[in-house]
Nanobody
Framework: QVQLVESGGGLVQPGGSLRLSCAGSGSIFTIDAMGWYRQAPGKQRELIASITSAGNTVYADSVKGRFTMSRDSAKNTFYLQMNSLKPEDTAVYFC??????????????WGQGTQVTGSS
């Protein structure tokens, strides 16, 4: 059974850093691309970072210059390094992407989310 599991969230003071991980598990053949999303209370879920199979990244303006997405393809794991955190970064963070499994199926998966809370 394929899963994406996020970890690394927590409480952080303004200006602090966190590194989120999104680990794929199960009978995974390959994960080409991945996106990090976040959903703040009362707001819609938004895409904030994405990475291609070649490692090319795109960021939302709200996080550009502060967040860095990377991947370890051998481990089917994706990372989001978050620096200079602000209270407005408070949200549940999700990873989402297409996963090809050993049976030849290609399906989109969401992780369960990890909470990031910026204290003030």
């Amino acid at each position: 059974q394929v899963q994406l599991v996020e970890s690394g969230g927590g409480l952080v003071q303004p200006g602090g850093s966190l590194r989120l991980s999104c680990a794929g598990s199960g009978s995974i053949f390959t994960i080409d691309a991945m996106g990090w999303y976040r959903q703040a209370p009362g707001k819609q879920r938004e895409l904030i970072a994405s990475i291609t199979s070649a490692g090319n990244t795109v960021y939302a303006d709200s996080v550009k210059g502060r967040f860095t997405m990377s991947r370890d393809s051998a481990k089917n794991t994706f990372y989001l390094q978050m620096n200079s955190l602000k209270p407005e970064d408070t949200a549940v963070y999700f990873c989402h992407g297409p996963v090809a499994d050993m049976a030849g199926r290609r399906r989109d998966f969401w992780g369960q989310g990890t909470q990031v809370t910026g204290s003030s």
